[in-house]
Nanobody
Framework: EVQLVESGGGLVQAGGSLRLSCAAS????????IGWFRQAPGKELEGVSC????????YYADPVKGRFTISSDNAKNTVYLQMNSLKPEDTAVYYC??????????????????WGQGTQVTVSS
């Protein structure tokens, strides 16, 4: 069974850090673009970051540049999103998603191959 499982969300004060994990089972990240998305209450889904094993491209949305870092541990088949200097506006449900053989950023969310279930990140002021 193919699964993406996120973890690492929680409640943190502004200025703090969290590291989200996205563990894959049933497939490997080879040749996939792995994206992190978020959705805040009442807002549209937003692409946050992406790393492509297909062509080596990467992407960070402007609001998170310099604060968030995407990385991977191939041995664990896990992708991480290190989030530093968190702000209340970073509060959202964060999802990881993959699309086969694509560059970053992942534009067409309707063509995503797999989604994780999401993890809540809440940043208090």
């Amino acid at each position: 069974e193919v699964q993406l499982v996120e973890s690492g969300g929680g409640l943190v004060q502004a200025g703090g850090s969290l590291r989200l994990s996205c563990a894959a089972s049933g497939f490997t990240f080879d040749a996939y673009a792995i994206g992190w998305f978020r959705q805040a209450p009442g807002k549209e889904l937003e692409g946050v970051s992406c790393a492509s094993n297909s062509d080596g491209s990467s992407y960070y949305a402007d609001p998170v540049k310099g604060r968030f870092t995407i990385s991977s541990d191939n041995a664990k088949n896990t992708v991480y999103l290190q989030m530093n200097s968190l702000k209340p506006e970073d509060t959202a449900v964060y999802y990881c998603a993959v699309r086969y053989h694509r560059s970053c950023p992942i534009i067409d969310i309707n063509a995503i191959d797999y989604w994780g279930q999401g993890t809540q990140v809440t940043v208090s002021s």
